[in-house]
Structure formats: C-alpha cells, structure tokens
C-alpha cells in the first residue's frame, strides 16, 4: 500500500493536485466542476484527499478492486452487468453442484 495516492503508480493525482502534463490523463466534468480555474480546481482536489476514509469502506474498495467486481448497490450493479453484458458481482466460491436426477 502507498502513503499517499501520489505515489501510487496509475493514480491521476499527480496531474489533477498538482498540475503535471500528462498526455492520457484528460479533464473529466467531476473534476472541472471542482472550480471555475485550474488553481482553484487542484486545491479542491488536494481537499478531497484530507479526509479519513472509514476502514470499513475502504476495506470494501480493496475487497471489490482485487475481486474485480462493482462496489455499489444492486441497481448499480445490474446496469454495469447490462452494459458489460457480463457478471459484475463476487462469485460464489467453488464449483457449481451437480443436479441429478433424484435431488
């Protein structure tokens, strides 16, 4: 785990807190909305990190990001299972049981 979310290898803060040129990361309306210039729109992000993030929360952002699922309710969950037209939630761990004929 990083210290700092600058320090983590795909993170996008380097550019959106602290103004460094990147060619793949682009401006998204979330993070244009932060202020009406780039000064005020950085300091705004720079505020978003300040904050603790509840272990339980975080814990479920680590559990989802590392079982490759979405985190969100089952609303959400279903309309990324229909634009991805594949399952989106945590599986069932082992192999599906055999139906037989007198179960």
Do not use: C
């Amino acid at each position: 785990m990083v210290q700092h979310p600058r320090d983590y290898k795909w993170s996008s803060y380097k550019t959106n807190a602290e103004g460094k040129a990147s060619v793949l990361i682009q401006p998204h309306d979330q993070y244009t909305s932060l202020g009406r210039n780039e000064l005020i729109r950085r300091k705004a992000y720079r505020a978003l990190f300040k904050a603790h993030i509840d272990t339980d929360i975080d814990n479920q952002i680590r559990t989802a990001t590392n079982g490759n699922y979405v985190l969100g309710n089952a609303r959400f969950q279903q309309q990324i299972e229909s634009a991805l037209g594949r399952r989106v939630t945590k599986g069932k761990a082992g192999r599906p049981r055999i139906k037989r004929d007198n179960d």
